[in-house]
């Protein structure tokens, strides 16, 4: 059963960068996994999708983040990560690694809540 | 952007009955190429990851039960819990993924016990 688990900082200065890693419990993440991304959620409100890349490395970026943000995974690693420069108030949120492994992503972390405050 | 508009944003029914939740996308999720449509529905509970329930609108995912189905196509679609049990309170959100250069969410629709 594949398993990911996101770990990094729970709080954030503004303007600083905010780096999570998501640790995958199940071989390389190139086995069966053919997306791999961020989500995140801020505190009652709705999803969002942040990122996500390919088995192949091909990357893909919401539009509204695009310039602040950053994922990328060794596929011949257990790990992939997200980089976001210039955080503020806004970015606070629950961030969730997901994995695609059927049809959409199926598979998420526990995510992790990180506070961005000074 | 394609930006998906749920309604209602909160309902509550009694148990054994049915919940209807609606999700219409600012243009078409539905891929000429395949004839599918790339619209999925998610559950989350509180304090939990959101969980796949359907996809290609009304495909349920492994496990989840048949009282859950979709249905839609185009622009409108529609999520129906028949038989609403306890263990159905939570928050549903629709989503589509026809451009995976924009993965977007409804806003969500909260289902509350009567």
């Known amino acids: 059963q594949l398993q990911l688990q996101e770990s990094g900082p729970g709080l954030v200065k503004p303007a600083e960068t905010l780096s999570l890693t998501c640790t995958v419990s199940?071989?390389?993440?190139?086995?069966?996994?053919?997306?791999w991304g961020w989500m995140r959620q801020p505190p009652g409100e709705g999803l969002e999708w942040i990122a996500s890349?390919?088995?192949?490395?091909?990357?893909y970026y919401n539009p509204s983040l695009k310039g602040r943000v950053s994922i990328s995974g060794d596929t011949s690693d257990t790990q992939f990560s997200l980089t976001l420069t210039s955080v503020n108030a806004a970015d606070t949120a629950v961030y969730y690694c997901?994995?695609?492994?059927?049809?959409?992503?199926?598979?998420w972390g526990q995510g992790i809540f990180v506070t961005v405050s000074s | 952007d394609i930006v998906m508009t749920q309604s209602p944003d909160s309902l509550a029914v009694s148990l054994g009955e049915r919940a209807t939740i609606s999700c219409k996308s600012s243009?078409?999720?539905?891929?000429?190429?395949?004839?599918?449509?790339?619209l999925a529905w998610y559950q989350q509970k509180p304090g939990q990851p959101p969980k796949v329930l359907l996809y290609?609108?009304?495909t349920r995912e492994s496990g989840v039960p048949d009282r859950f189905s979709g249905s839609g196509s185009g622009t409108d679609f529609t999520l129906t819990i028949s038989n609403l049990q306890p263990e159905d309170v939570a928050v549903y959100y629709c989503?589509?993924?026809?451009?995976?250069?924009?993965?977007?969410f409804g806003g969500g629709t909260k289902v509350e016990i009567k």
């Open positions: 997901v994995g695609l492994v059927g049809v959409v992503f199926d598979y």
């Open positions: 290609w609108a009304s």
């Open positions: 989503q589509q993924y026809y451009s995976s250069q924009g993965l977007t």
């Open positions: 890349i390919s088995h192949t490395g091909r990357t």
């Open positions: 243009q078409s999720v539905l891929y000429n190429s395949d004839n599918k449509n790339y």
């Open positions: 199940i071989g390389s993440i190139n086995n069966f996994i053919y997306y």
